[in-house]
């Protein structure tokens, strides 16, 4: 099983700043990685899949980027609605499998 | 709209059994794999099992093979998660959720709300 490690657990960022968040996949998955959006009792919301593809509807301030072992989801300009929960989870092996998740929290 | 409501939540006793439900609209089901997915209370997703489009491949979480089945019915739009010898760690908010028509393996595009089941005596 590919094992997915997030870094850090928890990103504390001021409004309008950047936010960095890292993915880790134990061994390669490509570019078979997606990224999820989650706020309190809601489910997931996809953002990013293919590493790097915004999906529908998301606004381009998310971004995706890496390969083989290493991503990261940039937030260009934080807005409110985007502090949430964010999961990586990569597709290339079953059982797919997720990272345990940043949470990105208002300083 | 897309849609994906799961039915069949609930409080049962460990070693107990139930049957989850997810009724799908707003696409054509049989051109979809799926996936269950849970979430513990304040923990991180799982995926815990997948059914090809056609239901001839299915794949298991190791925590589940043996005690959870999985099955699609593709003319009432349905999927299902038959759990039996139910623990305490199964206890979760259980998602059906939508992958990508023609892929045997992909991101999921839809979720539904949750269900939420919780085993405790």
């Known amino acids: 099983e590919i094992v997915m490690t997030q870094s850090p657990a928890t990103l504390s960022v001021s409004p309008g700043e950047r936010a960095t968040l890292s993915c880790r996949a134990s061994q390669s998955v490509s570019s078979n990685l997606a990224w999820y959006q989650q706020k309190p009792g809601q489910a997931p919301r996809l953002l990013i899949y293919?590493?790097?593809t915004r999906a529908t509807g998301i606004p381009a301030r998310f971004s995706g980027s890496g390969s083989g072992t290493e991503f990261t989801l940039t937030i260009s300009s934080l807005q409110s609605e985007d502090f949430a929960v964010y999961y990586c989870?990569?597709?290339?092996?079953?059982?797919?499998?997720f990272g345990q998740g940043t949470k990105l929290e208002i300083k | 709209q897309v849609q994906l409501v799961e039915s069949g939540g609930g409080l049962v006793k460990p070693g107990g059994s139930l049957r989850l439900s997810c009724a799908a609209s707003g696409f054509t089901f049989s051109d979809y794999y799926m996936s269950w997915i849970r979430q513990a209370p304040g923990k991180g997703l799982e995926w815990v099992s997948y059914?090809?489009?056609?239901?001839?491949?299915?794949y298991y979480a190791d925590s589940v093979k043996g005690r959870f089945t999985i099955s699609r019915d593709n003319a009432k739009n349905s999927l299902y998660l038959q759990m039996n010898s139910l623990r305490a760690e199964d206890t979760a908010v259980y998602y059906c959720?939508?992958?990508?028509?023609?892929?045997?393996?992909?991101?999921?595009?839809?979720w539904g709300q949750g269900t939420l089941v919780t085993v405790s005596s």
């Open positions: 959720a939508r992958g990508v028509a023609g892929y045997s393996s992909s991101w999921y595009e839809e």
């Open positions: 293919g590493a790097s």
């Open positions: 989870q990569q597709y290339n092996n079953w059982p797919h499998t």
């Open positions: 059914i090809s489009s056609s239901g001839s491949t299915i």
